[in-house]
């Protein structure tokens, strides 16, 4: 196997997606197990498309660790980066589905949010070769509510830059993690200043920032190379390398928005692993880089599940070759 061009850390989880869509938690009769967590999204994504990627995360010693494991190596993924934990459970999460296909996450069932396996990930233990000949890391937010968990995303991003490794944060918000939002955002703030690259939902720009316009993020910001909002059927912004412009969204039937994000972040750093960063100067190749993580992103809302929903590298240019002819 390759080395690694991307590393994502951080959480791989099983997503209960409610059988009965409309339905209150407590109404919901059945659920549907589907591997996810963001970062393991966005690495499947990478390697179904063909960039060698890496994750780093940490499971339980149970049959849902084993199976998410095996699915990555299934996949292509390389497991280097996973810790097995042999007390705490792998982490899974109830989803309930609006009619229109929108998810709302409902808890953990019986556990605690700080009970999960992911949050004993081990800075010890983080595969410090692969920092060596990596071109990106992937982060979200999650992981930063829970100590063990924080500190192997600080020795992460030590490793990062004394190995000049691009870092992607996708903010991922999900205040079910947290236990107050007070403590989330300077921890939050503290880690998107160390982004070069930044993916916010239209929600979570507003939220941090107050605006949804991602020049304005940008230069707040600094010395960010690139920011995205994506906005579901409103389409996504972009400021990358300088440039900006928005993207509208793919008239497509949406089944399930899981994963959708991921997918887009997912298709966003294969192409941005095809381009030298230099070419970033030029808008018509900022506006491709884009189209193709959009995409990915919409192609991913056509299908239940977030992993396995997402498209292949041929299925993308088909659909974007559709989407230029004309009528």
Same mark, same amino acid.
């Given at each position: 196997?390759?080395?690694?061009?991307?590393l994502?850390?951080?959480e791989?989880l099983?997503?209960?997606l409610?059988?009965?869509?409309?339905?209150?938690?407590?109404?919901?009769?059945?659920?549907?197990?589907?591997?996810?967590?963001?970062?393991?999204?966005?690495?499947?994504?990478?390697?179904?498309?063909?960039?060698?990627?890496?994750?780093?995360?940490?499971?339980?010693?149970?049959?849902?660790?084993?199976?998410?494991?095996e699915l990555?190596q299934t996949?292509?993924v390389d497991?280097?980066?996973?810790?097995?934990h042999?007390t705490?459970p792998?982490?899974?999460v109830?989803?309930?589905?609006?009619?229109?296909?929108?998810?709302?996450?409902?808890?953990f069932?019986?556990?605690?949010?700080?009970?999960?396996?992911?949050?004993?990930?081990?800075?010890?233990?983080?595969?410090?070769?692969?920092?060596e000949t990596?071109?990106?890391?992937?982060?979200?937010?999650?992981?930063?509510?829970?100590?063990?968990?924080?500190?192997?995303?600080?020795?992460?991003?030590?490793f990062?830059?004394?190995h000049?490794?691009?870092i992607?944060v996708?903010?991922?918000w999900?205040?079910?993690?947290w236990?107050?939002?007070?403590?989330?955002?300077?921890?939050?703030?503290?880690?998107?200043?160390?982004?070069?690259?930044?993916?916010l =939902?239209?929600?979570? !720009?507003?939220?941090?920032?107050? $605006?949804?316009? *991602? #020049?304005?993020? @940008?230069?707040?910001?600094g010395?960010?190379e690139?920011?995205?909002?994506?906005?579901?059927?409103?389409?996504c912004?972009?400021?990358?390398?300088?440039?900006?412009?928005?993207?509208?969204a793919?008239?497509?039937?949406?089944?399930?928005?899981?994963?959708?994000?991921?997918?887009?972040?997912?298709?966003?750093?294969h192409?941005?692993?095809?381009?030298?960063?230099?070419?970033?100067?030029?808008?018509?190749?900022?506006?491709?880089?884009? =189209?193709?993580?959009? !995409?990915?992103?919409?192609?991913? $809302?056509?299908? *239940? #599940?977030?992993i @396995?929903?997402?498209p292949?590298?041929?299925?993308?240019?088909?659909?974007?070759?559709?989407?230029q002819q004309?009528?």
């Open positions: 196997m390759n080395q690694p061009r991307v994502c850390l951080g791989v099983y997503d209960f409610a059988d009965q869509p409309g339905l209150p938690l407590e109404a919901v009769e059945s659920w549907t197990p589907y591997p996810g967590g963001a970062p393991a999204n966005v690495a499947c994504g990478l390697a179904k498309l063909g960039t060698p990627t890496g994750f780093i995360g940490c499971v339980g010693q149970d049959d849902l660790g084993t199976a998410l494991v990555m996949i292509g497991g280097t980066g996973i810790q097995r042999p705490a792998t982490r899974a109830y989803v309930v589905r609006s009619l229109t296909g929108d998810r709302t996450f409902a808890g069932g019986k556990y605690d949010t700080a009970a999960f396996a992911d949050t004993h990930l081990q800075a010890d233990q983080l595969p410090i070769a692969q920092f990596a071109d990106f890391l992937v982060l979200g937010t999650l992981e930063l509510a829970y100590p063990d968990s924080r500190a192997a995303i600080e020795r992460a991003l030590q990062a830059n004394q000049f490794v691009k992607l996708d903010v991922n999900r205040p079910v993690f236990s107050d939002e007070a403590t989330a955002l300077p921890l939050i703030h503290e880690l998107i200043r160390q982004a070069d690259f930044l993916k =939902s239209e929600e979570e !720009a507003l939220w941090l920032y107050e $605006t949804d316009d *991602p #020049g304005v993020i @940008a230069h707040r910001l010395s960010v690139g920011v995205l909002v994506t906005a579901g059927e409103k389409g912004a972009y400021c990358l390398g300088g440039n900006e412009g928005r993207i509208p793919f008239d497509i039937e949406v089944e399930d928005t899981t994963g959708a994000g991921d997918s887009f972040v997912a298709g966003l750093l192409q941005l692993c095809q381009h030298d960063l230099q070419t970033l100067a030029d808008p018509t190749v900022v506006k491709r880089i884009v =189209s193709y993580a959009s !995409a990915m992103g919409a192609l991913t $809302t056509t299908r *239940p #599940g977030a @396995a929903a997402q292949t590298a041929a299925e993308i240019e088909a659909f974007l070759y559709l989407q004309p009528g």
